[in-house]
């Protein structure tokens, strides 16, 4: 076979003309990009529920749930802070440390202020938010199967010394049941934690 027949033919000149598509340009399969994938939108989105709440908790006269809509008003604001930060900061710290500061105000109002009917909630809202901070910030250097029963039972502590010591109060029931209930979880957590240790082991 001559070298002439084994040379493949020579392309045509398309005049710069490209069979696929441009660099950079989408796929016929390829979703095209919309508003719901910029990563602004979730914050946005949170920030403009945020103001609706917050108008009518402090500014609608007419509305009955005051409370629910500046509790919301507090949750989404900062909800829309921590998904706004989140997009440029990768820190495990960052979801522990809101829900640290969320928890700190929810315990302030629950104990430290004068009595209102919303102390209740703030006392126990306050003790589980800040042991979910708690748990994801140990979390990050400590990963053992033990550790969310041990928080657990922390929080049955605490709630119990609310429940028992100082002054006989409405709330102190709720604060009591609040105990039980958190020692029957840390049992059963526990009881589940060994049984994935000895699945570990034997695995």
């Known amino acids: 076979m001559s070298d002439q027949e084994r040379t493949p033919p020579a ?17 016929e399969g390829e979703p095209a990009s919309s508003p719901f994938d910029h990563p602004y939108f979730l914050p946005a989105l949170l920030f403009v529920f945020a103001a609706w ?12 749930a005051v409370m629910f809509n500046r509790y ?19 820190n495990p710290f960052l979801l522990p440390g809101f829900l640290a500061a969320g928890g700190g105000i929810l315990v302030y109002f629950g104990w430290f202020t004068d009595p209102n009917e919303q102390r209740l909630f703030d006392q126990i809202a306050g003790v589980a938010v800040l042991s979910s901070a708690l748990y994801l ?7 053992s199967l ?12 605490v709630l119990a010394w609310f ?3 100082g002054e006989e109060s409405e709330t102190d029931v709720f604060l009591r049941g609040g105990c039980y209930v958190l020692l029957a979880l840390g049992v ?9 240790r000895r699945v570990r082991e034997e695995g």
């Open 146 to 157: 033990f550790l969310l029963p041990a928080l657990v039972f922390a929080g049955a502590g």
């Open 72 to 90: 919301g008003f507090v949750v989404l604001l900062m909800a829309g802070v921590y998904t706004s930060l989140d997009t440029f900061v990768r």
């Open 137 to 143: 910030a140990v979390q990050v250097y400590v990963q």
């Open 163 to 165: 429940g028992w010591s």
């Open 188 to 196: 059963a957590l526990t009881v589940r934690a060994f049984r994935g």
């Open 11 to 27: 392309e045509p000149d398309r005049g710069g003309v490209q069979d696929g598509p441009p660099d950079g340009a989408a796929g």
């Open 53 to 64: 709440f917050g108008y009518d908790g402090w500014y609608n006269e007419e509305i009955e």
